[in-house]
C-alpha cells in the first residue's frame, strides 16, 4: 500500500500541497496538462524553486488573468467569479480526467460548501464559494488529487494542523483565525496552537487534508521513498513548508483516526430509533449500535454510538439532532487498526457467492460470505440458513486457500 504523509509545521495551503505533491516526484507538465482538461482558462500555472528558511521547496502559483506578479492566492490580487456547488461540480464532472480523480475533487468541494453553508446558514448548493470557488482553489483541490492519482497513493495521512491565531480580511470582513468554514473543516480533527498569530491553515487546505486523510496525527508505520516539499506565500519564523513523505506501509493493517458520536436519550419511541440508524448511516457513519443505561432517577435511556470519519462528525451530529430528541452530542476522537479487506465472489456448492476477506501476512484470516446471498440461496434451495452459512464458509476457506 503506498501512502502519502503530509507534516504541516506552519499550516496548509493548497498551493503548498500542490508544491509538495511537484516535489515529491509529480511531473509538473503532466500536472499541468491534465489541470488543462478543466477547460477553466483565464489561468496559468508556473513552478519554482524558493528557500524558506533553510529548506529548498517548490512554490506552484496559480496566476489569474495574465498578472505575472500577482499570485491567484495573495490578498487584493484579482476579482474572482463567483461560484456555487453546482457550478463547481458541472466543471469537474464535464473534465476529461480519472474517475477517482473527479470523485475526490468533488468529495473536497462538498465538503466546502457544506462547511460554509453551516457558518452562513444557508444550503450547501446556495454558498457563494468568493474565493474558494475561484480558478485557484479549484486547480488547488483537483490538481492535488491529480497529483495523489499519479503517484499510485492508496491512503493520504497527515499531521496536527496548526489553526494560527489573530484576524483575517475576507469577503465578509474582519474574521478571527481560523476563518470559521475553516474551523468547521477542522471539526474531529488535532489541531495545535503554536502561537503563531497568521492565517497558517486555509480553507482550501483544509478541505484537501480533512477530506482526502484516513488518519491524522503521528506518522504511520512506513518505508519512506522520498520527500517532497511545497512552499508557502508567508515567511515565517518557522520555515513555511509543507512535507509530504510517500512511501510503503511497512505492516499489512492500516491505521486510522475515527470519531465516536454518542448521545444519550430518555424519551423517545423506539419505532424512531431504526430510522435514526438508517439516517446516520446514509450521512456516512461506518457502525452504529445502540445500548440500553440505567439513568438518573432510574430512568431506561439509550446511548446511540457511531463511528465515522472525521469529516462527517458535524453532518452525523445534525442526524441526531434531527431525527431524535437529543439536545446534545458528544464526539471523542480514537485510533483504529484494521486488516485490508477485499471483495470476492467464489463458486460454491450454493452457486457463486460475495465472500468478505481480510488477511495478515498474506494469508487470510477472515473469509465470511455476503449473509444476504447466503439467505437468499438458502431460501431458493430450501435449506436452512445456519447450514448454508456453514458451508459457504467452510468451503470460501478452502478455496482461497487452495
Same mark, same amino acid.
Given at each position: 500500500?503506498?501512502?502519502?504523509?503530509?507534516?504541516?509545521?506552519?499550516?496548509?495551503?493548497?498551493?503548498?500541497?500542490?508544491?509538495?505533491?511537484?516535489?515529491?516526484?509529480?511531473?509538473?507538465?503532466?500536472? &499541468?496538462?491534465?489541470? *488543462?482538461?478543466?477547460?477553466?482558462?483565464?489561468?496559468?500555472?508556473?513552478?519554482?524553486e524558493v528557500m524558506k *528558511?533553510?529548506?529548498?521547496?517548490?512554490? =506552484? /502559483?496559480?496566476?489569474?488573468?495574465?498578472?505575472?506578479?500577482?499570485?491567484?492566492?495573495?490578498?487584493?490580487?484579482?476579482?474572482?467569479?463567483?461560484?456555487?456547488? !453546482?457550478? $463547481?461540480?458541472?466543471?469537474?464532472?464535464?473534465?476529461?480526467?480519472?474517475?477517482?480523480? %473527479?470523485?475526490?475533487?468533488?468529495?473536497?468541494?462538498?465538503?466546502?460548501?457544506?462547511?460554509?453553508?453551516?457558518?452562513?446558514?444557508?444550503?450547501?448548493? &446556495?454558498? +457563494?464559494?468568493?474565493?474558494? *470557488?475561484? #480558478?485557484?482553489?479549484?486547480?488547488? $483541490?483537483?490538481?492535488?488529487?491529480?497529483?495523489?492519482?499519479?503517484?499510485?497513493?492508496?491512503?493520504?495521512?497527515?499531521?496536527?494542523?496548526?489553526?494560527?491565531? *489573530?484576524?483575517?480580511?475576507? !469577503?465578509?470582513? &474582519?474574521?478571527? #483565525?481560523?476563518?470559521?468554514?475553516?474551523?468547521?473543516?477542522?471539526?474531529?480533527?488535532?489541531?495545535?496552537?503554536?502561537?503563531?498569530?497568521?492565517?497558517?491553515?486555509?480553507?482550501?487546505?483544509?478541505?484537501?487534508?480533512?477530506?482526502? @486523510?484516513?488518519?491524522?496525527?503521528?506518522?504511520?508505520?512506513?518505508?519512506?521513498?522520498?520527500?517532497?516539499?511545497?512552499?508557502?506565500?508567508?515567511?515565517?519564523?518557522?520555515?513555511?513548508?509543507?512535507?509530504?513523505?510517500?512511501?510503503?506501509?511497512?505492516?499489512?493493517?492500516? =491505521?486510522?483516526?475515527?470519531?465516536? =458520536?454518542?448521545?444519550?436519550?430518555?424519551?423517545?419511541?423506539?419505532?424512531?430509533?431504526?430510522?435514526?440508524?438508517?439516517?446516520?448511516?446514509?450521512?456516512?457513519?461506518?457502525?452504529?449500535?445502540?445500548? !440500553?443505561?440505567?439513568?438518573k432517577k432510574s430512568r431506561?435511556? #439509550?446511548?446511540?454510538? @457511531?463511528?465515522?470519519?472525521?469529516?462527517?462528525?458535524?453532518?452525523?451530529?445534525?442526524?441526531?439532532?434531527?431525527?431524535?430528541?437529543?439536545?446534545? $452530542?458528544?464526539?471523542?476522537?480514537?485510533?483504529?487498526?484494521?486488516?485490508?479487506?477485499?471483495?470476492?465472489?467464489?463458486?460454491?456448492?450454493?452457486?457463486?457467492?460475495?465472500? %468478505?476477506?481480510s488477511r495478515l501476512d498474506?494469508? @487470510? =484470516?477472515?473469509?465470511?460470505?455476503?449473509?444476504?446471498?447466503? %439467505?437468499?440461496?438458502?431460501?431458493? +434451495?430450501?435449506?436452512?440458513?445456519?447450514?448454508?452459512? /456453514?458451508?459457504?464458509?467452510?468451503?470460501?476457506?478452502?478455496?482461497?486457500?487452495?
Amino acid at each position: 500500500m503506498i501512502v502519502a504523509y503530509f507534516d504541516c509545521p506552519s499550516g496548509v495551503a493548497g498551493d503548498m500541497v500542490l508544491g509538495a505533491l511537484v516535489d515529491v516526484g509529480v511531473s509538473f507538465e503532466t500536472l &499541468r496538462d491534465e489541470l *488543462g482538461q478543466l477547460h477553466l482558462g483565464g489561468y496559468t500555472l508556473e513552478r519554482r524553486e524558493v528557500m524558506k *528558511g533553510a529548506f529548498r521547496a517548490i512554490k =506552484v /502559483d496559480v496566476r489569474v488573468g495574465g498578472e505575472a506578479d500577482a499570485p491567484a492566492h495573495a490578498h487584493g490580487g484579482p476579482p474572482h467569479p463567483h461560484r456555487d456547488l !453546482p457550478a $463547481v461540480l458541472e466543471i469537474i464532472d464535464k473534465a476529461d480526467l480519472a474517475d477517482p480523480v %473527479k470523485q475526490s475533487a468533488a468529495r473536497i468541494f462538498r465538503r466546502l460548501a457544506e462547511a460554509e453553508g453551516r457558518v452562513h446558514g444557508v444550503a450547501p448548493d &446556495r454558498v +457563494q464559494f468568493h474565493d474558494v *470557488g475561484a #480558478v485557484d482553489a479549484i486547480v488547488d $483541490v483537483v490538481g492535488a488529487c491529480i497529483g495523489l492519482h499519479r503517484l499510485g497513493v492508496d491512503a493520504v495521512h497527515c499531521s496536527a494542523l496548526p489553526i494560527g491565531g *489573530g484576524f483575517v480580511r475576507g !469577503p465578509h470582513g &474582519r474574521m478571527p #483565525v481560523p476563518a470559521p468554514g475553516t474551523a468547521e473543516l477542522l471539526k474531529g480533527f488535532p489541531v495545535v496552537d503554536t502561537g503563531v498569530k497568521r492565517e497558517l491553515v486555509t480553507p482550501t487546505g483544509a478541505a484537501i487534508l480533512t477530506t482526502l @486523510a484516513v488518519s491524522a496525527g503521528s506518522m504511520p508505520a512506513m518505508t519512506v521513498a522520498a520527500v517532497g516539499y511545497g512552499a508557502g506565500t508567508m515567511d515565517l519564523e518557522t520555515p513555511n513548508v509543507v512535507r509530504v513523505f510517500l512511501g510503503e506501509m511497512t505492516s499489512p493493517s492500516a =491505521v486510522e483516526t475515527l470519531c465516536q =458520536v454518542e448521545t444519550t436519550v430518555d424519551d423517545m419511541s423506539p419505532q424512531l430509533y431504526e430510522p435514526l440508524m438508517d439516517r446516520l448511516f446514509e450521512a456516512g457513519a461506518l457502525d452504529v449500535h445502540l445500548t !440500553p443505561v440505567l439513568m438518573k432517577k432510574s430512568r431506561p435511556g #439509550v446511548v446511540v454510538t @457511531a463511528l465515522c470519519a472525521p469529516s462527517v462528525v458535524g453532518a452525523l451530529t445534525r442526524v441526531c439532532f434531527r431525527e431524535s430528541t437529543t439536545i446534545g $452530542v458528544r464526539w471523542t476522537t480514537y485510533q483504529r487498526e484494521r486488516l485490508p479487506r477485499e471483495i470476492v465472489t467464489l463458486v460454491t456448492s450454493l452457486g457463486p457467492l460475495a465472500f %468478505k476477506v481480510s488477511r495478515l501476512d498474506g494469508r @487470510a =484470516v477472515t473469509v465470511t460470505p455476503e449473509f444476504e446471498d447466503v %439467505k437468499r440461496i438458502a431460501g431458493a +434451495q430450501g435449506v436452512s440458513v445456519r447450514e448454508a452459512i /456453514d458451508r459457504a464458509r467452510a468451503e470460501g476457506r478452502r478455496l482461497l486457500d487452495a
